[in-house]
């Protein structure tokens, strides 16, 4: 999901708010997180559902609604978002893709936590904080080579 502002890095710069409002959320649509990663400007997440669940996009609506209504209202609107009362933190777009089986979760699981080295914030894996890479470490559930 991406930031509507890309040069912006509230993601970062408000990851607690970020952390507390995806807890927040999981109370209400509970799902497990297989991988996270949270950039400035945008962040990547495979999740798995409740067998019984099959709303996806108001999950999301509603974790970019709880982020956002904690965040000062200080972005730059457009007429549209004005007049439909919406918040211009966040793209209204996001890429969504069912995992048809394990070497395409592997795939996504792995593109989440490439992610910080692709765009260059470090040169290992383990610099980055702000991602699950950390937990499949100390569990030790990173694919052999």
Known sequence: ??????????????????????????????????????????????LTLPLDADDFPVRLRLMKLLFAKGLPHTERLSATRRKRQERGIW???????????????????????WNPMKHGYVKQLIDWPYSTFHRYVRHGLLPET
């Open 91 to 113: 793209q209204r777009r996001f890429w969504e893709h069912a995992i048809r089986d394990n070497p395409d979760y592997s795939k996504h699981i792995d593109y989440c936590h």
């Open 1 to 46: 999901m991406n930031l509507l502002e890309r040069r912006l890095t509230l993601l970062t710069d408000h990851i607690d708010l970020l952390r507390d409002s995806l807890r927040r959320f999981k109370r209400l649509y509970p799902f497990e997180i297989d991988a996270w990663v949270v950039l400035p400007d945008h962040m990547h997440m495979v």
